[in-house]
């Protein structure tokens, strides 16, 4: 079992990588080639048992290194903010250009590679192509080409993801976390369990535990929200 993690190097994704490590899978950490951190990111994943690859953002050169990897195990862990997008020069609708542009490149390159991986798909409470917001119209579009994709897939719609240990601060995100969660304590004391469920925050580490238990033991075509990704 080969896992191909896009996306390790964020929040989520540097505690998925080694929760795989941990269960066995030989784990490949995806890391953009021209990362002003690639050096610091080859030796903290060295050091967690993984291995770095650095293919360009291009189909192709995903496609290849999956397949001579033999990965079984594809995990999109990716998206922007305003202000790594801005950094990245990336203009427009820059949710449609990364968080869906570079999830159908990575189903793409998945599919071509011919190792017919299961895709691990790390999207929002509250994704739709329907949704009014940019950002979960684009992850309603990227869970779309997942589903039709005709690889086996599981996608993750969790609330807020907090806790200590982000590179840029996100004071913004941990007070969401902590107001949400304050209102849905009391939500819950009436009733609400499901609503709880669904809306709660929750942390790298939980989440990670869940996407990778999901993708090793869970059924095949999973969509897993609120108590399933405790
Ligand atoms: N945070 C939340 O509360 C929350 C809640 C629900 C869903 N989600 C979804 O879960 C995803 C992962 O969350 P997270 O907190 O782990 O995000 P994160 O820390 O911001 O990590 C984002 C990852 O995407 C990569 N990336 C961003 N822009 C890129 C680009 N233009 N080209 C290539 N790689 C790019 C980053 O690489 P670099 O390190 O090289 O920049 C990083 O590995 C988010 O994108 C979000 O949509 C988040």
């Keep these: 079992m080969t896992a191909f993690v896009a996306g390790a190097t964020g929040f989520v994704g540097r505690a998925v990588v080694p929760a795989l490590v941990a269960r066995g899978e030989t784990t490949i950490a995806h890391v953009r080639p021209d990362s002003a951190r690639l050096g610091e990111w080859r030796e903290r994943f060295a050091a967690m048992g993984a291995t770095v690859d650095a293919s360009r953002w291009e189909q192709d050169a ?23 997008a801005k950094a990245d020069g990336v203009a427009g609708n820059i949710y449609d250009a990364v968080d869906y542009g570079l999830t159908k490149l990575l189903v793409d390159a998945a599919v071509a590679s011919g190792t017919k991986p299961r895709f691990v798909y790390l999207s ?23 589903r039709a994709s005709g690889l086996p897939w599981v996608i993750a719609r969790p609330s807020v993801i907090t806790g200590d ?6 004071p913004a995100e941990r007070a969401a976390g902590v107001m949400i969660d ?27 535990a869940a996407l990778v238990r999901l993708a090793l033991d869970g059924a095949a075509d999973t969509l897993a929200e609120g108590a399933d990704l405790r």
Aim: with cysteine.
């Design 182 to 208: 304050g209102v849905l304590s009391v939500a819950g004391l009436l009733g609400a369990r499901r609503l709880r469920a669904r809306y709660r925050s929750t942390t790298p580490d939980v989440l990670a």
């Design 62 to 84: 995903l496609a290849d290194a999956m397949r001579t990897a033999g990965v079984t195990h594809v995990f999109c862990l990716i998206g922007t903010t305003r202000g790594r």
């Design 124 to 146: 929002s409470v509250g994704a739709s192509t329907r949704a009014t917001s940019a950002y979960l119209k684009a992850r309603g579009r990227a869970e779309d080409v997942v």
């Design 165 to 170: 240990g982000r590179d840029d601060e996100r």
